[in-house]
């Protein structure tokens, strides 16, 4: 019934699990330093200023990654179910979780944003 959001569901859950691995450009500490993934921040010397930094950045791209990985997986549940409303409770959740890495991410606004229109135009 949802096939196209069942599959924009499962292509956004893809690109989050890969998001400290292929991550994206951030400067960390006063010189600017560009750390662009969870294994480069892992990789910096004990001497790097921007060390801690870029690793709790990281680390906090991967919880986000899990929690919004999470609600991705309710709501691919609640399509296959046909409940186009709890999917769309479980993507607002998602998109939500991801607005302070939205402007690199860009994975789960779009989808709740689909699944918006879809739920206008069936209810």
């Not at 292509?11 to 993934?37: I, M, N, Q």
């Not at 906090?60 to 999917?87: F, H, M, N, P």
């Amino acid at each position: 019934m949802y096939e196209a959001l069942i599959q924009q569901t499962e292509e956004a859950l893809d690109r989050t699990s890969k998001w400290v691995e292929a991550g994206w450009s951030a400067a960390f500490g006063p010189r600017g330093v560009v750390v662009g993934s969870l294994k480069e921040a892992m990789a910096l010397p004990r001497t790097a200023v921007c060390r801690e930094e870029a690793r709790n950045y990281w680390r906090q791209v991967e919880l986000t990654a899990e929690d919004t990985s999470a609600y991705g997986r309710k709501a691919l549940e609640a399509l296959r179910a046909g409940d186009i409303g709890k999917a769309t409770d479980a993507l607002y959740f998602a998109q939500y979780m991801e607005k302070p890495i939205a402007e690199y991410s860009r994975t789960w606004l779009s989808l709740y944003e689909a699944a918006m229109e879809e739920t206008a135009a069936c209810c």
